[in-house]
């Protein structure tokens, strides 16, 4: 296969993340953030550059375009349109302003000091033992222990003071350089492939303007997962109840006998919620769990969210249920206490829409392995926009784009492992072409 181009990878991932691209409150304007129309906009200036023709930078910050198929279909069928995603906002958790991306090439392996620090000290040597080190600004091999594999690579880090954006400025200039080599490759042989930049993924709003029907794709891809080789083929089903406790409210000199607390109601019920299982703090892997996070409100009235999440989809209103007998329990405890239990749909698993159409992990999987690489199926503690997408009707498993410690002045990412997602999706998209 022809080599990617490596430095030209490089030089977009670092020219993306000096935007500041840090999303903002939801609820206000859409992009949240201004920084992302930037950002959109060079992508879309880049995208015309290259000679796609049907660039597009629309009203609400998205960028739309496609590499046109090289090939025509054997049969009557149209080839299969692919469309590959990636969002250009960053989390809000840490700050995205002046990012100063540091490239550290040929890494010698060890823990890898940032900022200042990374003047003073160096890797530690097994002869040197352990030396001490500001907590806070070095990325640790004890707790990154991929950082093993990956010595001789290329890593790209913060000075500690910002996020970097691999999350998900990776999956950007990823999909960006498969564009690029496809356009430079029309002996490639594919079809359609849509390229789809969107805003506000990191806040909830991914995909709240995106029309199916005009990305009119039979597969999507989100190119946002960590590492490298992985599949995430399942995310949680999620809802959310909102509980409202509703109390009676008087001045406590006369409250004897008249005053309900709603506070006492809802701590009542947040205790009989389980605890030592069901709950983030005691469960992993494939369990799922009910967990309140926020408590709001006063003796007359109290609000209480729950987070429902389970790989089971079915599984959500037994954990609707638990809450809706708890309820009916303490409104008997505290007789004219009244509760509400409202149960709000938010999203679901990716893999049950997966099932519908196979070939999109299945091609996922061919093209690792025409690289010789085994790829690994992985699920998600959490949801994605696939989640979304595939409810909607439009199959969307996330795929490896070398991101790591997302959200995190910590977060990192390997040149080498977005080398190897744009050739898994230079091969997905000849597989997908049935070549
Ligand atoms: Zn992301």
């Known amino acids: 296969m022809k080599t990617i181009n490596q430095q030209r ?40 550059e290259m000679g796609l023709a049907d660039v597009e930078h629309d009203q609400h910050g998205l960028v739309w375009a496609t590499v046109p198929a090289t090939i025509r279909p054997a049969g009557k069928e149209p080839l299969p349109v692919v469309a590959f995603n990636a969002h250009v ?17 040929n890494y010698k392996g060890g823990d890898i000091p940032l900022g200042e ?29 991929e950082l093993a594999r990956l010595v001789g690579k290329t890593i790209i880090t913060t000075d500690g003071t910002t996020l970097l954006g691999s999350d998900d400025k990776s999956g950007v200039a990823v999909i960006m350089e498969l564009a690029h080599h496809l356009v430079e490759h029309p002996q490639i042989p594919h079809g359609p492939v849509r390229l789809l930049f969107t805003c506000d993924e990191e806040i909830g709003h991914g995909i709240n303007h995106v029309d199916l029907a005009r990305l009119g794709a039979t597969v999507c891809y989100t190119l946002d997962g960590s590492g490298a080789g992985d599949i995430d083929t399942e995310t949680f089903s999620a809802d959310l109840a909102v509980v409202t406790v509703r109390g009676i409210n008087i001045h406590p000199s006369i409250g004897k006998g008249r005053m309900v607390n709603a506070v006492r ?18 469960t992993d892997g494939r369990d799922g769990f009910l967990h309140p996070y926020t408590v709001e409100g006063g003796v007359a009235e109290v609000k209480l969210k729950i987070l429902l999440r389970d790989f089971q989809t079915a599984s959500l209103a037994e954990k609707a249920q638990l809450i809706e007998k ?27 829409g997966l099932a519908r159409e196979p070939r999109a992990v299945a091609f996922a999987q061919e093209a690792h392995r025409r690289l010789g690489r085994e790829a690994k199926l992985t699920i998600i503690r959490g949801g994605t926009d696939g989640s979304q997408l595939t409810e909607r009707g439009l199959p969307t498993p996330n795929l490896s784009t070398g991101e790591h410690n997302p959200h995190s002045p910590l977060e990192w990412t390997c040149l080498e492992e977005m080398v190897q997602a744009v050739e898994v999706l230079v091969e997905l998209v000849q597989v997908w072409a049935g070549k």
């Open 9 to 48: 990878l490089l030089g977009r991932f670092l020219r993306y993340v000096q935007i500041d691209t840090t999303a903002g409150e939801p609820g206000g304007a859409y992009p949240s953030s201004p920084g992302q129309l930037a950002l959109g906009k060079l992508l879309a200036d880049e995208l015309r």
């Open 89 to 105: 906002d960053t989390s809000p958790e840490t700050t995205g302003k002046n990012v100063r991306p540091h490239v550290i090439r």
């Open 117 to 145: 620090a990374a003047g003073t000290l160096r890797a530690p040597s097994a002869a040197s033992g352990t030396r001490s080190v500001p907590t806070t600004k070095v990325i640790r091999t004890a707790d990154n222990p």
């Open 265 to 282: 109601v809802a701590s009542a019920l947040i205790d009989r919620l389980p605890k030592g299982t069901l709950s983030p703090e005691t």
């Open 326 to 352: 708890a309820a009916r329990e303490v409104e008997t405890e505290f007789p004219r206490s009244q509760i509400d239990v409202q149960v709000i749909k938010q999203y679901r698993n990716l893999g049950d």
